[in-house]
């Protein structure tokens, strides 16, 4: 599986930015099987969860996005979008997308979980 995620860049606190992530995934295989999840780190801290949904397409979200921030799926389109409103300086980081199909619900919060990442897009936000 490979993911390409863009999107990220320079905005000022209260704006937004829409995340995507492509996927490549085996033949055979259906990209609605997976769960897709976004994950950010900013410099000098931990890889912290952002947002994930399912192949039920359940959402999860951590407490600091919740309301701000919306994850969806096109499966026809293999991608995971991340629409980011209201954003906060504490929002900037480098945002990855992260795929796998053998979690379960209690894992998804966890980033050494998943098998598959993406390469990462900035993400600032200006005060």
Known sequence: VQLQASGG??????????????????SGVSFRTYVMSWFRQAPGK???????????????YANS?????????????????????SLKPEDTAVYYCAADRQLILSEYRRSYS??????????TVSS
């Open 9 to 26: 860049g320079l905005v000022q606190a209260g704006g937004s930015l829409r995340l995507s992530c492509v996927a490549s995934v085996p």
């Open 46 to 60: 931990e890889r912290e969860f952002v947002s994930a949904i399912n192949r039920d397409g359940r959402l999860f």
């Open 65 to 85: 996005v919740q309301g701000r921030f919306t994850i969806s799926r096109d499966n026809a389109k293999n991608t995971v979008y991340l629409q980011m409103n």
């Open 114 to 123: 998943y098998d598959y990442w993406g390469q990462g897009t900035q993400v």
